[in-house]
């Protein structure tokens, strides 16, 4: 079965800095990735989806990397803003199933 | 993308009671997931709503517990029968929109079940 880790489990930052988010995952015969953001008490939005065969994806100042055969991706988010503050989860899709990393905590302190 | 809304947003419950939450898509979608997501916890997959048939659940997920219905391509709700404490969580609705297995999985604003 699927294992997804994040790591860290929580990370505090101040505003302005770039910032890496870890997410490895145990079987690299997945589909897809796919990173969220979640508010706490909210359902997940949508950030980013790498298909296998992609190596990175863009949008805006988030830039989310895929190497499969090492089981990794990151989440990089350039010049933090207090509104980046949020659980962030990756998630992998070896089927018709998603497998959700335990997320990471961020809090960007202004 | 798709546009999920999910009734009710909270609820605050006694034990021993049910609640049945709704999930509406306003596109057709294949694939439907309920998930729960305990405090502090990521992502349980409940089970999948399956349209027409009975839903496929997840290991220590049992029908009698989370019933599912799935009418259409585009409703199915969740009932989480004979409420207790452990229940409290957040329920969200899933889908994967689009064909195949390339899709992007959209969320839910969540149901966020209190047991008192």
């Known amino acids: 079965k699927q294992e997804v880790t994040q790591i860290p489990a929580a990370l505090s930052v101040p505003e302005g800095e770039n910032l890496v988010l870890n997410c490895s995952f145990t079987d690299s015969a997945i589909y897809n990735l796919q990173w969220f953001r979640q508010d706490p008490g909210k359902g997940l939005t949508s950030l980013l989806l790498i298909q296998s065969s992609q190596r990175e994806q863009t949008s805006g100042r988030l830039n989310a990397s895929l190497d499969k055969s090492s089981g990794r991706s990151t989440l990089y988010i350039a010049a933090s803003q207090p509104g980046d503050s949020a659980t962030y989860l990756c998630?992998?899709?070896?089927?018709?199933?998603?497998?959700f990393g335990t997320g990471t905590s961020l809090t960007v302190i202004p | 993308s798709a546009v999920i809304s999910q009734k009710p947003s909270r609820d605050i419950c006694q034990r021993g009671t049910s609640l049945t939450i709704q999930c509406q898509v306003d596109s057709q979608v294949t694939m439907m997931f309920w998930y729960r997501q305990q405090p502090g916890q990521s992502l349980t997959l409940i089970a999948t709503?399956?349209?027409?048939?009975?839903?496929?659940?997840e290991s220590g997920f049992v029908i009698d517990k989370f019933p599912i219905s799935r009418p259409n391509l585009t409703f199915s709700t969740l009932t989480v029968s004979n409420l207790s404490p452990e229940d409290s969580s957040i329920y969200l609705c899933?889908?994967?929109?689009?064909?195949?297995?390339?899709?992007?999985?959209?969320f839910g604003n969540g149901t966020r079940l209190t047991v008192t």
């Open positions: 998630a992998v899709r070896p089927g018709n199933q998603f497998y």
């Open positions: 709503a399956n349209q027409g048939s009975e839903a496929t659940y």
């Open positions: 899933s889908v994967a929109v689009g064909q195949g297995t390339s899709s992007p999985l959209h």
